[in-house]
């Protein structure tokens, strides 16, 4: 595996490649992004991961300084899958000084996780945006636990005419159903078992609409009752979405994105299926 942490190494190094996959990561990685550099390795024969904490995708009063790390264990998690290219920029290299560009991708960046974190999108966009110029992977990877995003960039890449082609793939769980996702290890074990609550919010509803209910207020409800179940769960939205728009449904379809967000603690967790799965 070949580490590269500028600009021009990793141009120079992506010669190498006919195809390259790319599994954009902010580190602290897991068994969801080993699934999808394992995907992209049997798409494209070599796959890229860019390790990268991107500080304008966090608000001030987020969790940026405290946002888990560890990269030599990181680097050799690529190493054991058989990662072909490491880019792992520091900030100037992603951000030079006087750098003012922002991408805004409108009304599907401003609801849900838009809604209660202004701003994380554009971050979003941008830096995914960057990361397609400098690599310029022939397919980028992506996981479904992560909807609005991947709803985000596969409008960018619509909207801009970028040549790569956006793969999501299905949310990794935990045994007792919760994603896994690196905020995941601020939890302790007590939490861990409570936040199993959010997929069984999501099942709840997505069972109710496998046996004929169709209206979108009710699924809410039903969902927004399962997370009230749990003392120790703070819930921020419910929602049930129309999976390329991201308007909220009144009717619910199959292939509605059924998601929510809520708190354990200072701890902020978001969960979603699509409605019929």
Known sequence: MKVVRTVADVRAARAAFPALGLVPTMGFLHQGHVSLIEQAKRDCGA??????????????NEDLSR????????????????????????????YPSGFTTSIDVGPVATV?????????????ATVVAKLFN????????????????????????RDLDLPVEVIVRPTIRDANGLAVSSRNSYLTPAEHE???????????????FAAGERTAAVLRGIMADAIAAE?????????????????ECQLAGRGAILS???FLGKTRLIDNILLGE
């Open 47 to 60: 796959v890229a991961v860019s390790i990268f904490v991107n500080p304008t995708q966090f608000a001030a």
């Open 67 to 94: 946002y888990p790390r560890d990269l030599d264990r990181d680097l050799a998690m690529l190493d054991d899958a058989a990662v072909d290219l490491a880019f792992v920029p520091e900030v100037d290299q992603i």
């Open 112 to 124: 849900l996780e838009g809604a209660s974190r202004p701003g994380h999108f554009a971050g979003v």
């Open 134 to 157: 400098i690599i310029q992977p022939t397919r980028a990877y992506f996981g479904q636990k992560d909807a609005q995003q991947c709803v985000v960039i596969k409008r960018m890449v």
């Open 194 to 208: 409570q936040a199993a609550v959010l997929y069984r919010a999501l099942c709840a509803a997505n069972a109710a």
């Open 231 to 247: 003392p120790a769960v703070r819930l921020d939205y419910v929602s049930v979405a129309d999976p390329e728009t991201l308007a």
């Open 260 to 262: 929510l967000a809520a």
